[in-house]
């Protein structure tokens, strides 16, 4: 997963931006800065962020979520990834600040203080997760007793037709570093399992949707207005270039039902 990173770095950081996460488009006429602000103060306020809340960023990206939640909600951010080269950017973005605090690790084998954080969140880092009850125990370990944990993720839908799952899943996973796409009810079992209570749930398929047809519109001009995006497609020794195929896998996935996506607020108990 890390590798995957690394090597997409200027593709994410250049097509994505510093928020490496779905928009929301509540009303349509969001700008894309806009819409992936929206989502993550979807995100902080389900999770009820607030000044001097200690919280944890799971696989933080660019850290631009971290730095939002400092900047604009006052809170205390541990904010971990997996990618030497999102770690390197983001600790360049923050200079020496101590707040948010990155750190460069796998959440599955962290060593964070036990029932140390009010609330933790996970905006499209589970899919990623080859050990989700894992995941889910981690998240357990690390929260105080009655904290929220956020999960922004996207699914499998309910029950994918054959061809869904040999064009579209079964790739999608394989090219984006994916052990597999749970389903809605996967997570719930999987939070269960792990004594979190889950408060409460939203299907945001709808208004996600539109991050697709605008990232592949802007990686297409980008491969018209600069060589280096061409000369990587044809790189037979990039292990990561299928990524421009899965944009439009992803893209018609959410067209025709064989995803979801969707945020879940969980309490430990």
Not at 236 to 253: D, E, G, K, M, P
Request: aromatic letters at 12%; proline letters at 4%; hydrophobic letters at 45%.
């Amino acid at each position: 997963m890390a590798a995957h990173y690394d090597e997409l770095d200027s593709f994410y950081r250049d097509v994505w931006g510093e928020h490496v996460h779905h928009g929301l488009w509540r009303t349509g006429s969001e700008t894309r800065e806009e819409a992936v602000r929206a989502l993550v103060n979807l995100v902080a306020d389900a999770a009820r962020i607030r000044r001097g809340m200690c919280v944890c960023d799971i696989g933080c990206g660019y850290g631009a979520t971290a730095r939002m939640l400092v900047e604009e909600r006052e809170a205390e951010v541990t904010a971990l990834t997996i990618s030497p080269a999102q770690y390197a950017f983001a600790r360049s973005r923050s200079e020496d600040a101590a707040n948010p605090r990155f750190v460069l690790c796998d959440w599955l084998v962290n060593d964070l203080p036990a029932a140390n954080f009010d609330a933790a969140i996970a905006i499209e880092s589970s899919e990623h997760m080859p050990d989700k009850a894992g995941f889910f125990a981690q998240a357990r370990r690390v929260l105080r007793p009655n904290a929220r944990l956020i999960i922004c993720a996207w699914f499998a839908s309910d029950a994918p037709k054959r061809w869904e799952e040999r064009w579209l899943l079964e790739p999608i996973c394989r090219e984006g570093r994916m052990p597999d796409l749970g389903t809605v009810a996967d997570y719930v079992r999987l939070a269960d399992a792990a004594e979190f209570k889950r408060e409460a749930f939203e299907d945001l398929t709808s208004s996600i949707a539109p991050t697709w047809p605008k990232i592949a519109h802007r990686f297409l001009m980008k491969l018209l207005s600069q060589p280096a995006y061409v000369r990587f497609l044809f790189n037979r020794h990039a292990r990561n270039r299928v990524f421009a195929l899965t944009i439009l896998r992803i893209w018609l996935a959410y067209r025709c039902g064989a995803m979801r996506y969707g945020i879940f607020t969980f309490r430990r108990v």
